[in-house]
């Protein structure tokens, strides 16, 4: 299952849950405030080889998107 990051609308409170994939946070209750009814944030991700994340590094000049370099 995948983990999914949700604000709280009600507090601006984040979490971090282990869900059912394309949970959509309509049934989570924030563990702050009790507020029922997330909302899911999209997440950033890391990619090995691309220039800023913490896995190695592109060919020069590649600029992160590796679509020339790869």
Same mark, same amino acid.
């Given at each position: ?12 409170? /984040?979490?971090?849950?282990?869900? &059912?994939?394309?949970?959509? %946070?309509?049934?989570? $209750?924030?563990? #702050?405030?009790?507020?029922? !009814? /997330?909302?899911?944030?999209?997440? &950033?991700?890391?990619?090995? %080889?691309?220039?800023? $994340?913490?896995? #190695?590094?592109?060919?020069? !000049? ?9």
């Amino acid at each position: 299952m995948p983990m999914y990051e949700f604000r709280c609308p009600s507090c601006g409170s /984040l979490t971090t849950e282990l869900c &059912k994939l394309g949970e959509n %946070g309509e049934s989570l $209750s924030c563990p #702050g405030c009790g507020h029922k !009814g /997330l909302a899911k944030k999209i997440s &950033k991700f890391s990619s090995p %080889g691309v220039k800023g $994340s913490s896995g #190695g590094t592109c060919s020069p !000049g590649c600029h992160g998107n590796c679509s020339g370099c790869h």
